[in-house]
């Protein structure tokens, strides 16, 4: 691809101007924020718009309270960012709370089956949220993948994108949570 001069800048050349402060850009309420479109399970995909305000204090106070988030929380959402769990729990419900937060890029298998449980680990993440397929999936490797690595700082597990079955429940609850963890099962639009 050719240098297109006045279009293409270089990043050291624009961070040497860079200020440390950044002034907010102020929206109104209905102001557009993303069009995200839907899954396309009932008829073709629609081009949904969602609008600041109403988007924004949504996805920040139900991120607060569904998962009771503190300040000194980690918090990790495997959604994909490509749809609107990721969009709300991945990007916008915890920035709007100023929350730490672990993005994922991958699948939960590899490099092996206890990657989650090594990420977990390593960040020492306290609300862990994920899809019951997910979690029937690793249930298919057993215990002992998740026991490889400490899940200590867990605190609240969650779950989204479809209901979640008994024996996969229990299996998160006992295993992954270490039967002290409470889980969060959440009803949203595609739930309905």
Request: glycine share 8%; net charge negative.
């Amino acid at each position: 691809i050719s240098w297109n001069q006045g279009v293409d800048l270089w990043w050291h050349e624009l961070m040497q101007e860079a200020e440390d402060e950044c002034e907010p850009e102020w929206c109104d309420a209905e102001d557009p924020l993303f069009i995200l479109y839907t899954s396309g399970s009932t008829g073709k995909p629609k081009g949904v718009v969602h609008t600041v305000g109403g988007y924004m204090l949504y996805v920040a106070t139900t991120f607060k309270y569904v998962f009771d988030f503190h300040a000194e929380d980690v918090f990790w959402c495997t959604a994909d960012i490509g749809w609107i769990t990721g969009h709300s729990y991945v990007t916008y419900g915890p920035l709007a709370n100023g929350a730490t937060s672990v993005l994922f890029e991958g699948i939960p298998t590899y490099p092996d089956v206890s990657r989650l449980w090594s990420i977990v680990d390593k960040y020492k993440v306290t609300k862990f949220y994920t899809a019951p397929t997910a979690i029937r999936l690793l249930m298919k490797f057993g215990d002992e993948p998740v026991n490889r690595h400490s899940r200590a700082s867990l605190q609240v597990l969650g779950t989204v994108g479809e209901p979640i079955n008994p024996e996969a429940w229990l299996w998160y609850h006992r295993v992954v949570g270490a039967q002290r963890c409470s889980i969060v099962d959440t009803f949203w639009q595609t739930e309905t």
